[in-house]
């Protein structure tokens, strides 16, 4: 049945389970562990554990099982498993399927934690990375080799919104029998379904757009259900990256007004492009749905909208750029993103300050810079927010 259900009916209702009291709002299991009739009962649970059964939540809870169900039923994926935090479900995709002498091709522009992982402990345990430009098909078919065994990049890059061509890199990592791990999160789970793209293992960082209210830390793996149940829960289940029971009811919520709420910050972002694409105090307006972007006609065969986010670059560097952000009044300063809140970020100074001013320059993270999530504020009161603080550069 919830197959047939679109996307609204499925961030309501899809994997709800209720207790015998038939409660309307989901109910947090609040609860490390779970009681047995008889000790031949616990005996059964542990040889096998059924589809409503428990034993420990750090294994599964019911909260976090219908967080699970649902975030599985929107992304069309035959399981999730839900995660402590986004990274520790790009730690846990990766490492569950990896071992010694493997090679991974992962696109350059990466979040800094990622890079993390995939250059300072898989690289400590002998795994190879070739690192490529994401956009760029030929240096994904020369890096791919017969023992790549996965090939990893955010469907759309953090901060430069670089579109990376989901299929045509499925296609040259399948052709080595790699699989294709996507974060998906500056795409969203409601505006780019990356599996029906050819990936094979999709991960969120239920942080940003899904809880989209700042309140929790929270991720999640999609996938088959072989590769969920037989590789990732037993690396996660045994070294303790599970989701809490709250988290995952928080998150649930969230999922309720997930549509909702990515449509109005994307109709947002594409007004606010198009209201500052001319700004005299810009060099560049970074918009996958503007149709001057340079991935633009591939980020319209993939996404449904340009997305939620945005990033601008101010003519006169990070002085101007500082200028910009404490000019502000509606926007906040901070660094998460996908949130009601509207949020402005410098990345050069902030979540890129340790690259190498070298390796800054090759991701396009200039000094004047800035990265724009945009929230559910009235766009009028963004756009004015903006345009005043653009006004003003060079006239203090
Ligand atoms: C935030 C983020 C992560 C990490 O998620 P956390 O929930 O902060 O651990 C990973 N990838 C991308 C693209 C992100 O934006």
New binding site residues.
């Given amino acids: 049945m919830t197959k047939d259900w679109n996307t609204r009916t499925k961030l309501v209702h899809a994997g709800t389970r209720r207790s015998q009291y038939n409660e309307v709002s989901e109910a947090i299991f609040l609860t490390q562990g779970f009681v047995y009739d008889t000790a031949e009962q616990a005996e059964a649970r542990f040889i096998e554990t059924g589809e409503d059964e428990f034993i420990y939540a750090r294994y599964g809870n019911p909260t976090v099982r219908m967080f699970e169900e649902r975030i599985a039923a929107l992304e069309g994926a035959e399981d999730a498993f839900a995660t402590a935090?986004?990274?520790?479900a790009?730690n846990g995709a990766l490492v569950s399927m990896l071992k010694t002498g493997d090679h991974v091709v992962s696109a350059r522009a990466l979040?800094g934690?990622?890079l993390y992982i995939l250059e300072e402990i898989l690289g400590r345990y002998g795994v190879e990375i070739t690192l490529v430009d994401g956009t760029n098909l030929d240096e994904w078919k020369a890096a791919v080799r017969p023992d790549t065994k996965a090939v990893f990049l955010?469907a759309i890059s953090?901060p430069t919104l670089e579109v990376a061509d989901i299929r045509g890199i499925s296609d040259i990592a399948h052709a080595v029998g790699a699989l294709v791990v996507v974060?998906n999160?500056?795409a969203t789970p409601i505006f780019q379904k990356s599996l029906n793209l050819g990936a094979d293992v999709i991960i969120y960082?239920?942080?940003?757009h899904i809880d989209g209210q700042g309140r929790v830390?929270?991720?999640v793996v999609l996938g088959t259900k072989d590769f969920i149940r037989s590789t990732l829960e037993p690396y996660m289940k045994h070294t303790g990256g599970s989701m809490s029971p709250f988290t995952a009811w928080v998150l649930l919520k969230g999922l309720e007004t997930l549509d909702l709420r990515c449509q109005a910050q994307a109709n947002t972002a594409r007004a606010l492009a198009d209201a500052l694409k001319d700004h005299p105090a810009l060099s560049k307006v970074i918009y996958p749905g503007l149709p001057d972007h340079p991935n633009h006609a591939l980020a319209a065969s993939q996404m449904d909208t340009g997305g939620t986010m945005l990033a601008i670059e101010v003519k006169g560097g990070r002085d101007a750029a500082f200028q910009v952000l404490n000019a502000l009044e509606v926007f906040i300063i901070s660094n998460n993103?996908g949130d009601a809140k509207s949020i402005i970020t410098h990345p050069a100074t902030t979540t890129h300050q340790r690259l190498p001013d070298e390796q800054k320059e090759i991701l396009g993270i200039s000094p004047g810079l800035i990265r724009i999530s945009c929230g559910l504020e009235d766009s009028a009161d963004l756009i004015a927010d903006l345009t005043n603080a653009l006004d003003g550069l060079g006239q203090s």
């Fill in positions: 935090s986004g990274m520790a790009v979040f934690s990622c955010e953090n974060d999160v500056f960082s239920a942080t940003k830390l929270g991720g993103l």
